[in-house]
């Protein structure tokens, strides 16, 4: 059976309706780097998306060709991340989405080095005819972070976000987005398959002692 990260760590991927602290440790990422409004038709966002999967499966296959990879086991895919944020904007402001600065990424499993994800730039480019080169290695560590499971459409998020903010405040904590640290989803829903309604979604904000 095939090792799931939402499975095993359900710490990170599967937190509770109700605002819950957690430390998160230093994790590597397959990353791109872009702005602007995620739901443009074609636009820098969905392209993003295509050229990650393009990495993410180029590694997940990587068994079936001759570069071997230390420590391989078969797995299945993270789920797709984002981090956001707007110049000179504290927060999140969804009404104005083609301002947003975002960097989308999967996560890599700990047996894929920097090697590796080179490698599978080079052998997705080469059989996919396709620019990689937005495409990075990317570390983050959250370190510690208010979570909480979001259910229904991502413009509904800013009440989720009110009831994470003030049990940080009710625990002695306060919110620390900044250039380092950013708000964070994790879309463990396809909006193009799931009832809007009914999308799940993990939203995550950096805290510190207030």
């Not at 890599?108 to 920097?114: R, T």
């Not at 976000?161 to 708000?183: L, P, T, V």
Request: charged share 30%; hydrophobic share 35%.
């Amino acid at each position: 059976m095939s090792f799931d990260y939402k499975k095993e760590y359900k710490e990170y991927y599967m937190p509770p309706k109700k605002p819950t602290i957690v430390t998160v440790p230093r994790m590597n990422y397959i990353a791109v780097r872009g702005q602007g409004n995620p739901n443009e038709e074609g636009g820098e966002y969905k392209q993003a998306i295509g050229l990650l999967y393009g990495i993410a499966f180029t590694i997940k296959m990587s068994y079936r060709g001759s570069h071997k990879i230390d420590g391989y086991f078969s797995y299945v895919v993270p789920p797709l991340e984002g981090l956001w944020w707007q110049e000179g904007v504290a927060g999140i402001d969804d009404s104005h989405k083609e301002t947003f600065q975002w960097i989308s990424m999967i996560r890599l499993p700990d047996f894929v080095k920097k090697e590796d994800f080179d490698w599978a730039v080079a052998e997705a480019t080469q059989k996919k005819q396709t620019d990689y080169s937005k495409v990075e290695f990317f570390a983050y560590e959250e370190g510690l972070c208010v979570q909480c499971m979001h259910i229904g459409s991502y413009d509904n998020e800013p009440a989720t976000i009110e009831a994470m903010e003030q049990m940080a405040q009710e625990n002695g904590y306060e919110i620390d987005i900044s250039g380092k640290r950013f708000h964070h989803e994790i879309y463990l829903s396809d909006p193009r398959r799931a009832a809007e309604e009914k999308l799940k979604t993990v939203i995550r904000h950096p805290i510190r002692q207030a």
